[in-house]
């Protein structure tokens, strides 16, 4: 009877031992960090409603299993932002290094040669402060009042390799050929709207002035010309915003490949710790409230070879069917 006591005391003993070896050693720092990660996330992500947090909690905290110190639940981080699935979100520490990022040059791109009465505008990504947005601008706009010297039977936005940045300066730009007005929206979670709108300029986010130009260009010919929109894999974030400014405007086509697909907008927002989560917290929505967030797709599938020749030969047939019309 005794020897069975003293199995019995040892078999618990073991069995508790498992169980406390097996279950998270987190420290209050580390749990404090997660927490507070978790909180932002569950609270602001634009995929929060598709999600069982219950069951995401339980998978981050058994990844950051005994983390100490903040560092050591970077992983976990990590995990947490690829379980959002929104694919555009990401987590930056503040212990890595982006000095050899920033080194690195930025990579431009060659404008298409198109017949002389084409206008042409590349509209590139834009990352940079308040300054560099004015040379930007600046630089676009002397692009556009040039090629409207040509009264071109219709224009080419091209958004190919725009990967993204800031979308204000690159939209106020557009606004002489895209139109005015509501151009666009974000959606949250929440189904709050808060709408893109242009005028005379300026750039709004519902009410809020949030870009001007120094100058505004009036095209020549056609306050409503014939667009061709040119998009490929690598328009993604703020150039698909550029692309879904177009989407349901009338005398428009797209031409290329499908987008990124991620036409999501993101905030950044700092940790504790002086790190950085840019977060995906609403999703792209057309002038008519066709939703994306997901790859944008054009009218007319293209290889980049044909893709500008396509784009000419409808501006031409366009122009030549209107014309047939009015007469």
Same mark, same amino acid.
């Given at each position: 009877?005794?020897?069975?006591?003293?199995?019995?005391?040892?078999?618990?003993?073991?069995?508790?031992?498992?169980?406390?070896?097996?279950?998270?050693?987190?420290?209050?720092?580390?749990?404090?960090?997660?927490?507070?990660?978790?909180?932002?996330?569950?609270?602001?992500?634009?995929?929060?409603?598709?999600?069982?947090?219950?069951?995401?909690?339980?998978?981050?905290?058994? @990844? $950051?299993?005994?983390?100490?110190? *903040?560092?050591? !639940?970077?992983?976990?981080?990590?995990?947490?932002? /690829?379980?959002? +699935?929104?694919?555009?979100?990401?987590?930056?520490?503040?212990?890595?290094?982006?000095?050899?990022?920033?080194?690195?040059?930025?990579?431009?791109?060659?404008?298409?040669?198109?017949?002389?009465?084409?206008?042409?505008?590349?509209?590139?990504?834009?990352?940079?402060?308040?300054?560099?947005?004015?040379?930007?601008?600046?630089?676009?706009?002397?692009?556009?009042?040039?090629?409207?010297?040509?009264?071109?039977?219709?224009?080419?936005?091209?958004?190919?390799?725009?990967?993204?940045?800031?979308?204000?300066?690159?939209?106020?730009?557009?606004?002489?050929?895209?139109?005015?007005?509501?151009?666009?929206?974000?959606?949250?979670?929440?189904?709050?709207?808060?709408?893109?709108?242009?005028?005379?300029? @300026? $750039?709004?986010?519902?009410?809020? *002035?949030?870009? !001007?130009?120094?100058?505004?260009?009036?095209?020549? /010919?056609?306050? +409503?010309?014939?667009?061709?929109?040119?998009?490929?894999?690598?328009?993604?974030?703020?150039?698909?915003?550029?692309?879904?400014?177009?989407?349901?405007?009338?005398?428009?086509?797209?031409?290329?490949?499908?987008?990124?697909?991620?036409?999501?907008?993101?905030?950044?927002?700092?940790?504790?710790?002086?790190?950085?989560?840019?977060?995906?917290?609403?999703?792209?929505?057309?002038?008519?409230?066709?939703?994306?967030?997901?790859?944008?797709?054009?009218?007319?599938?293209?290889?980049?070879?044909?893709?500008?020749?396509?784009?000419?030969?409808?501006?031409?047939?366009?122009?030549?069917?209107?014309?047939?019309?009015?007469?």
């Amino acid at each position: 009877m005794k020897n069975k006591i003293i199995i019995s005391f040892a078999l618990f003993t073991f069995l508790l031992s498992c169980k406390n070896n097996s279950s998270p050693s987190l420290s209050p720092t580390a749990k404090g960090y997660i927490d507070e990660v978790i909180v932002l996330l569950e609270k602001n992500c634009v995929n929060k409603n598709k999600i069982d947090w219950k069951q995401f909690k339980t998978k981050i905290y058994s @990844k $950051a299993k005994n983390a100490k110190e *903040i560092e050591d !639940t970077y992983p976990s981080i990590f995990l947490a932002i /690829k379980e959002l +699935n929104d694919k555009h979100s990401y987590f930056e520490p503040i212990k890595n290094s982006n000095l050899e990022d920033a080194l690195n040059p930025l990579p431009t791109f060659k404008d298409e040669i198109v017949p002389h009465d084409i206008g042409y505008i590349r509209v590139p990504f834009f990352i940079g402060s308040d300054e560099d947005s004015k040379d930007y601008m600046h630089s676009l706009l002397e692009k556009m009042e040039k090629e409207n010297q040509k009264n071109p039977k219709g224009w080419i936005v091209d958004l190919r390799e725009n990967f993204g940045g800031n979308m204000w300066p690159m939209l106020v730009c557009i606004e002489p050929i895209l139109g005015n007005g509501i151009v666009g929206y974000f959606q949250d979670s929440n189904s709050h709207y808060q709408s893109w709108k242009l005028l005379n300029g @300026k $750039a709004y986010l519902n009410d809020t *002035i949030v870009q !001007t130009l120094q100058k505004e260009l009036i095209l020549l /010919k056609d306050k +409503n010309p014939f667009v061709a929109v040119l998009i490929n894999n690598k328009t993604a974030s703020s150039g698909e915003a550029i692309a879904v400014a177009f989407k349901g405007r009338e005398k428009t086509r797209f031409f290329g490949n499908n987008t990124f697909g991620v036409s999501t907008g993101c905030k950044s927002y700092t940790l504790s710790d002086g790190s950085r989560i840019n977060l995906a917290i609403s999703t792209f929505i057309d002038r008519n409230k066709k939703i994306y967030g997901t790859t944008i797709t054009p009218d007319e599938k293209c290889n980049e070879k044909e893709t500008i020749e396509k784009a000419i030969q409808w501006i031409y047939l366009m122009e030549t069917n209107s014309k047939q019309i009015i007469h």
